[in-house]
């Protein structure tokens, strides 16, 4: 009698799926892209790709869509990692409006990422030709994030319909689409950040020591820690105090709160994991700043 194969592991089989995803893409569109947010989810994508096409080069660039307010110590991650890994690296800004002055306190967070997230993303996407666009975004993360199929289309304006989406059985994905219009790939939507976090500390990728507590100069404002990298988020007296603290998850310095924590490894990161009872990107300000705001801002092109 023949021995069984081993069972896999929960994180294999999600790399499996994962891999699985990332080659189909690759062998069906002409002018693939994988978004590169820098974050934990983007870490863990590289790592996915790595390994989905070595010992071969990763078989499409990265894009990052700089809004000029990501964290300094983000900026010089993606540089290195990028280099590390040999991957095309591209950068798409909306320079006339960082030009003009945009910042979420001159405007507001929704015009603000309208105009240096959503009008960059789709103009950088456009520039290009690129016609399916992987992201890093999980259903466990935000409900506009959990109604995404895998391959979920866009129009030639880039735009989400939700209820326009064709139906997934099984691990079979249609690919078609028409002129001008595009796609957005989530190789991780049925990871959850527990799984992201493991997956970390198996595979021992590199991510950004943000995420990681030390003492940091803060605005307090009551239960809020709002970190300290642009001038314009400090109010009128208020003075920085250093806090032991780490960020969750990884935005524009504006608009992203940190919290207080004492996980400065990853395997108390995952224990502190454990007792959370709010999202990762509850910190996150553009996800609170109108009623449904995430699934409105996708809805005009949003990541």
Request: hydrophobic fraction near 40%; include cysteine.
């Amino acid at each position: 009698m023949a021995a069984s194969a081993p069972a896999l592991t929960h994180l294999q089989l999600l790399e499996a799926e994962s891999i699985h995803i990332l080659r189909e893409v690759a062998s069906e569109f002409e002018r693939p892209v994988m978004l590169y947010s820098i974050g934990k989810d983007s870490s863990v994508m590289l790592r996915l790709a790595q390994k989905a096409f070595y010992p071969a080069a990763i078989p499409f660039p990265l894009l990052h869509i700089d809004t000029g307010f990501k964290f300094r110590e983000m900026i010089e991650f993606r540089d290195r990692m990028a280099a590390e890994v040999g991957a095309e690296l591209l950068v798409w800004r909306n320079e006339a409006a960082i030009a003009g002055g945009t910042n979420p306190i001159a405007l507001d967070t929704k015009r603000c990422c309208g105009l240096l997230k959503t009008q960059a993303l789709l103009d950088g996407l456009n520039h290009y030709g690129f016609t399916a666009a992987f992201g890093g975004a999980r259903r466990d993360e935000e409900k506009s994030r959990a109604k995404e199929r895998i391959y979920s289309f866009r129009d030639k304006a880039g735009q989400w319909d939700p209820k326009n989406q064709r139906p997934e059985l099984w691990n079979l994905y249609n690919s078609r689409i028409h002129p001008g219009e595009s796609i957005r790939v989530f190789p991780l939507s049925n990871w959850t950040e527990m799984d992201v976090w493991q997956y970390i500390l198996q595979e021992n990728i590199p991510i950004v020591d943000l995420y990681f507590a030390k003492e940091r100069p803060m605005y307090v404002r009551g239960d809020s820690l709002q970190p300290i990298e642009q001038s314009f988020v400090g109010m009128l007296g208020e003075k920085p105090q250093m806090v032991r603290s780490r960020l969750r998850s990884l935005g524009c310095s504006p608009c992203t709160g940190a919290i207080r924590s004492d996980a400065d490894t990853l395997p108390k990161i995952i224990t502190e994991l454990l007792s959370f009872r709010t999202s990762e990107r509850a910190n996150r300000a553009i996800d609170h700043d109108q009623e449904g705001s995430m699934e409105l801002k996708k809805r005009e092109g949003y990541f």
